[in-house]
């Protein structure tokens, strides 16, 4: 099974602050055979389902605002931030599934 | 519109088993994959396994003992059931289509003693 590493696990940030999220994977997640990266981030909020925001480690989903970026290929992964707002505090996950599906452990972003 | 809906209980004895059901609609379950995931109260996402549209199946190998999925094409449904549950069991599970982005509100369910 692939493990995912997601770090930090917790960040407290003010409005306006970039941050950052890494998700390092124990194998490569990169195919071969297409050159994409099956890896995933998505963003949860208190009593919802979660919201994909990024898909093959760089793509945005449709609707996900720009400060959202996804980086990083093989096995380390990074999801930032810039200029965050209020409506992004929330939980973020990272997603492999080059293999069987593993999330992370999960981050929690909150309000300095 | 895709949709999907989980139903089943909310208290499950110790010991027992749980058994819940994704009803989809705006898609068929041959063309899409359904995955399980689920989430105890103030923990992380886990994922638990995968009905896939050709009708096979994979595991969490965490559950693959005591882990079933299996669908209803007719009936646009897919079945989660899981058997000697513990208190550990306690979350919500969800039914969603991962690579696309849609969710079912999830299930809570509580195992007790």
């Known amino acids: 099974d692939i493990v995912m590493t997601q770090s930090p696990f917790s960040l407290a940030v003010s409005e306006g602050e970039m941050v950052t999220i890494n998700c390092k994977s124990s194998?490569?997640?990169?195919?071969?055979?297409?050159?994409?990266?099956?890896l995933a981030w998505y963003q949860q909020k208190p009593g919802q389902s979660p919201k994909l925001l990024i898909y093959?480690?760089?793509t945005r989903q449709s609707g996900v605002p720009d400060r959202f970026i996804g980086s990083g290929s093989g096995t380390d992964f990074t999801l930032t931030i810039s200029d965050v707002q209020a409506e992004d505090l929330a939980d973020y996950y990272c997603?492999?599934?080059?293999?069987?599906?593993?999330f992370g452990a999960g981050t929690k972003l909150e309000l300095k | 519109q895709v949709q999907l809906k989980e139903t089943g209980p909310d208290l499950v004895q110790l010991t027992q088993t749980l058994s819940i059901t994704c009803t989809v609609s705006?898609?068929?379950?041959?063309?899409?994959?359904v995955h399980w995931v689920r989430q105890p109260p103030g923990k992380g996402l886990e994922w638990m396994g995968a009905?896939?549209?050709?009708?096979?199946?994979d595991y969490n190998s965490a559950f693959k003992s005591r882990l079933s999925i299996s669908r209803d094409t007719s009936k646009s449904q897919v079945f989660l059931k899981m058997n000697s549950l513990q208190t550990d069991d306690t979350a919500k599970y969800f039914c969603?289509?991962?690579?696309?982005?849609?969710w079912g509100q999830g299930v809570m369910v509580t195992v007790s003693s």
């Open positions: 969603a289509m991962l690579g696309l982005d849609y």
């Open positions: 194998q490569s997640l990169l195919s071969s055979g297409n050159q994409k990266n099956y």
């Open positions: 705006g898609f068929s379950l041959t063309t899409y994959n």
């Open positions: 009905m896939w549209n050709g009708g096979g199946t």
């Open positions: 093959y480690a760089s």
């Open positions: 997603l492999q599934h080059y293999s069987s599906p593993t």
